[in-house]
């Protein structure tokens, strides 16, 4: 019995002696985890700010689309169309060195069933960028009435897109410390100064939309509204413990 009792305290010193030695080592060292966010070093938390903002900038493409026997008819009339669309969209107050050829192709056109090229379809795809988002609708009608006749859109934007994005980035740090101060009163304790802060962009920040619209001038007026835009930044930080 006496030889069991020693037995076992012997494992159990060297037991801790392991762990000590475990302990001092620097290599393959581990971070307690202690909860969600809560950690034996820190307090690290995620956080994204979002803000809301009215467009200033709309980028538009408008196309002509052509279809004949020959390339040479296809390209001839698709260019005097595209012509009086340039035309048209200027005269609704675009300027002419705004706008830039977005897409242009000819490709053959074979028939049902046949090998044989029947037509040559002819696509023409110019684009240009206003800061008068509310005449948007205004210049599309004007495009559509010159003979425009494929690929409507709409992407709207921002001039300072920086501007909303720091400001999205002010709230994702706010909201970050709002969660370490929660995460840190469920544990009893206080927070401290961040100790790391790491800005987790891929991009602008800004959630585009893009809008199409068909060209139907019996129906009207296109409906075009620019609507709000969404900025967002996300942050990652690590407070210390207080």
């Not at 985890?33 to 709309?58: C, M, Q, W």
């Not at 005449?135 to 425009?148: F, I, N, Q, T």
């Not at 709207?156 to 410390?177: I, N, P, S």
């Not at 840190?184 to 959630?207: C, F, L, M, Q, Y």
Request: hydrophobic share 40%; charged share 20%.
């Amino acid at each position: 019995m006496k030889r069991s009792v020693r037995n076992v305290l012997l494992s159990c010193a060297a037991l801790a002696i392991c762990l000590l030695l475990a302990g001092c080592s620097g290599e393959g060292a581990q971070t307690i985890v202690l909860g969600d966010g809560l950690k034996a070093d820190g307090i690290s938390v995620s956080a994204t700010g979002e803000v809301s903002v009215t467009p200033d900038t709309a980028t538009v493409s408008v196309g002509v689309f052509t279809q004949k026997a020959s390339a040479r008819q296809a390209q001839q009339e698709n260019a005097r169309t595209m012509s009086a669309v340039v035309g048209a969209v200027t005269r609704a107050g675009i300027r002419q060195e705004d706008i830039k050829t977005a897409q242009y192709s000819v490709y053959p056109s074979y028939g049902y069933k046949e090998s044989r090229v029947t037509n040559y379809d002819v696509y023409n795809v110019i684009q240009f960028e206003t800061g008068d988002v509310n005449k948007v609708g205004e210049v599309l009608d004007a495009a559509a009435d010159a003979g425009a006749n494929t690929s409507f859109s709409v992407a709207f934007g921002l001039k300072d897109e920086e501007k909303a994005y720091r400001q999205a980035l002010e709230l994702a740090v706010k909201d970050a410390g709002s969660k370490a101060g929660k995460i840190a009163a469920a544990a009893g304790r206080g927070v401290g100064a961040p100790r790391s802060v790491t800005e987790t962009r891929s991009s602008s920040g800004v959630v585009r939309e893009t809008y199409t619209a068909a060209a139907d001038k019996a129906g009207g007026e296109i409906p075009v509204l620019a609507g709000t835009l969404k900025v967002q930044a996300t942050v990652e930080v690590i407070y210390d413990w207080r």
